[in-house]
């Protein structure tokens, strides 16, 4: 099929689109200032953007060579579907797909459908295609991703009906579908953006992975048709279309066309300069295994790409544009490629202009119908992008799936999506004598997949300073500090050992009255106030919850980072100054109630040095639960009573906890020949 040299066409559409060259020296754009009204505000923003710049150059390792890419690709792809969810692959259920309605108008027809990508997961859209076909004929098709347009009850998908309108009279099939949060069927995005659906992290929950999984099975459908060739599909959208665009393409290899408009910036952008605080979480994967972001759009390469965005974009600002189309050049030319992509600029905000739009047009047709003329007629577009709607073409009530809310599908399991669309882990029960076998690989994927970016060994803190005569300030990682509190006074008959009491927010500063039941009489005490704990504290905001979501960016929670930080307490303490000549030999024990209790639990788990463990009103599992530490992906390894099984057969004592509930606590301490280490009272 003959095609434009990607080069000639831009150069054209630059002078059509009145195009901007960005100066690189201009200051990165930030959304926003940086909080400052608490005392660990500086602290945490220096450490994302030190872990971002160390995430990010990443991506030069990528580029080292096509062997290299090609060689590593395998597993990039792999870990790309686990971390949007989908890991392992779900399985392509019938779509049973419905027409419910069927419009005729000048030049083109609507069919307006459903299809379930998973039993019961509706996913509504509008299918444009030409009036006249000739019988037999194959056409190409669009998927065409919606970006955040509330049209409330008629779905997003009317929001671009006239560019459904232009590809069926331009002899393409175009497949508009709604989203999960604004379709017709109305569930949600903004979990951890302001809803505090902090699981959402601990399942391994995106709705990205949802977005992902709907595209994929909309090119299913399309496939399916026998209008449709299969060799000639393009995927194409704005904002979180855009980001759709390159969460379905990655995916699919059918896809042989992309034009995602403004959806996509990277680390420095999202991070650094917070401008991931514009964002939902649909715009997101939680990125387990610290790629730069980059990589993501590196997996259409070769496929033809045009990065399209606008100078003036608050949320794809034009620094980050030039760093990503910059790395994705560097990419697409190791495969003698770099003419299949480039970027386009338009002058403006965010939103689609008729510069945009006729050159997104134009690249689709010349890789899909190897017809480079230049578009003239795409200013019928008269709909506007956001939620401040011009003309419809055609009256949006007319274009809804199901025509009545008595319509909807009763059996939907749109709004409860989150709960179900990644499965929870299964842990098998060790068996008697068989424990160590049970629980190096939990231990192991615990490690890969919520713990990821921990080093081997944690190295024992260092000590920065003394605050006062019982309080030192340590760093656990570069740009971290934390605080240890000695409690006052030792036991009468001698120190035999410590015990290293994590603290939560509300008890920052204090001894908590539970201390006094578990402390033993020969363990001298000491608090430990983990990052973003009293005198670390950093602003919370919700939304747009900064900090959280950062950190699910950089491969990592904030809870996560706690445990760090115990760790490195607990390999700190035997070396302090405090306890005599044999302190070296001092056992650690740790303890906390509730979150910090598991977050000390999680430490003793990933540190076999750490003696025992004494939990006070701990909770039983992470899901749907925020009271919980939420620790990446870990429901998809196993649960807390799991995780606890895993200390076996360190001592281990609950206390105020319904035994019941951590049955499989008591199976491996069973399994490990040390059920009387366990203990609940």
């Known amino acids: 099929m003959k095609t434009m040299h990607l080069r000639s066409f831009i150069s054209a559409v630059s002078l059509l689109s009145c195009a901007t060259v960005w100066n690189p020296s201009v200051v990165a754009q930030s959304l926003g200032l940086p909080d400052q009204r608490s005392p660990g505000d500086e602290m945490i923003q220096r450490y994302l953007q030190h872990e971002t710049a160390k995430l990010s150059a990443g991506f030069a390792d990528d580029i080292a060579s096509r062997q290299t890419w090609e060689a590593k690709r395998p597993q990039y792809v792999e870990e790309y ?89 331009h002899g393409y099939v175009c497949l508009i579908v709604d989203t999960l949060e604004l379709g017709e069927i109305a569930a949600f995005h903004h979990g951890t953006y ?23 099975r909309g090119i299913d459908y399309l496939v399916s048709r ?21 969460w379905v393409t990655a995916a699919d290899d059918r896809v042989k066309v992309a034009v995602p408009v403004s959806g996509m910036a990277d680390l420095e952008s999202y991070v650094s300069n917070r401008v991931i ?5 649909c715009m997101f994967l939680y990125n387990t295994f610290q790629w730069p972001w980059t990589r993501i759009a590196g997996l259409i390469a070769p496929r033809p790409l045009l990065f399209a965005n606008s100078d003036k974009d608050d949320i794809f600002p034009m620094d980050a544009n030039e760093r990503v189309i910059n790395r994705l050049e560097r990419l697409y ?19 689609y202009r008729r510069d945009i739009r006729q050159a997104a047009f134009r690249f689709i047709n010349s890789h899909l119908k190897g017809d480079a003329r230049e578009v003239a007629d795409s200013e019928i577009d008269l709909v506007s992008e956001g939620n401040s709607p011009g ?54 994927q615990l490690r890969r997949l919520s713990f990821s970016y921990f080093p081997t060994d944690i190295p024992a803190a260092k000590k920065l300073r003394d605050v006062d005569a019982t309080t030192e300030q340590l760093q656990s990682e570069e740009e971290i500090e934390f605080r240890l509190r000695f409690a006052a006074g030792k036991p009468a008959g001698g120190v035999k050992s410590l015990l290293l009491i994590v603290l939560n927010e509300n008890e920052a500063g204090t001894s908590p009255d539970w201390v006094a039941k578990v402390a033993a009489a020969d363990q001298a005490v000491v608090f430990c106030e983990p990052r973003g704990i009293g005198a670390t504290r950093w602003t919370r905001k919700n939304p747009p919850n900064y900090v959280e979501r950062s950190h699910a960016l950089l491969g990592r929670t904030v809870d996560a980072g706690r445990v760090w930080d115990v760790i490195a307490a607990a390999r700190y303490l035997p070396a302090g100054t405090r306890y005599g000549k044999d302190r070296t030999k001092l056992p650690i024990h740790v303890a906390g109630s509730g979150a910090a ?27 749907l639960n925020n009271t919980a530490p939420q620790l990446l992906n870990v429901l998809r390894v196993c649960d807390i009573p799991d995780a606890l099984g895993l200390l076996a057969p360190r001592p281990l004592s609950i206390l105020g906890a319904d035994a019941a509930q951590f049955t499989s606590t008591k199976v491996a301490y069973s399994a490990a020949a040390s059920s009387s280490q366990l203990s609940f009272k």
């Open 277 to 281: 605080n514009g964002h939902c979480d």
């Open 597 to 623: 209790g598991i977050i000390a639990a999680y430490a003793a788990v990933l540190d076999g040095q750490i003696a025992g463990v004494t939990l006070t009103t701990p909770p039983a599992t992470h899901n």
């Open 226 to 246: 026998p209008d449709v060739d299969p060799e000639r599909i393009a995927v194409t959208g704005i904002s979180g279309g855009g980001a759709a665009t390159y």
């Open 81 to 169: 579907f686990y971390m949007l969810g989908l890991s392992p692959r779900p399985e392509k259920t019938p779509l049973s797909a419905t027409i419910t309605g069927t419009l005729q108008g000048d030049g083109y027809v609507v069919d307006m459908l459903h299809y379930q990508s998973r039993p019961r997961l509706y996913v509504t859209g509008d299918l444009y295609r030409p009036a006249a076909v000739t019988p037999g004929q194959k056409l190409p098709a669009v998927l065409y991703v919606c970006g955040h347009s509330n049209r409330g009850r008629n779905g997003n998908k009317v929001a671009y009906e006239s560019h459904g309108i232009w590809f069926a009279r």
């Open 333 to 351: 030319s190791l495969y003698g490629a770099g003419d299949r992509v480039a970027p386009l600029v338009s002058v403006g905000g965010h939103a």
């Open 391 to 444: 003309a419809y073409p055609i009256p949006p009530e007319k274009l809804r799936v199901f025509p009545t809310d008595a319509d909807l599908p009763q059996d939907q399991i749109n709004t409860t999506i989150d709960e179900r669309f990644v499965p929870l882990a299964s842990v098998a029960a060790p068996e008697a004598g068989r424990f160590d076998a049970w629980k190096k690989p939990l231990l192991a």
């Open 194 to 216: 302001n809803l505090n659906h902090w699981w959402w992290q601990s399942r391994g929950y995106t709705p990205a992975g949802v977005e992902a999984w709907n595209g994929v």
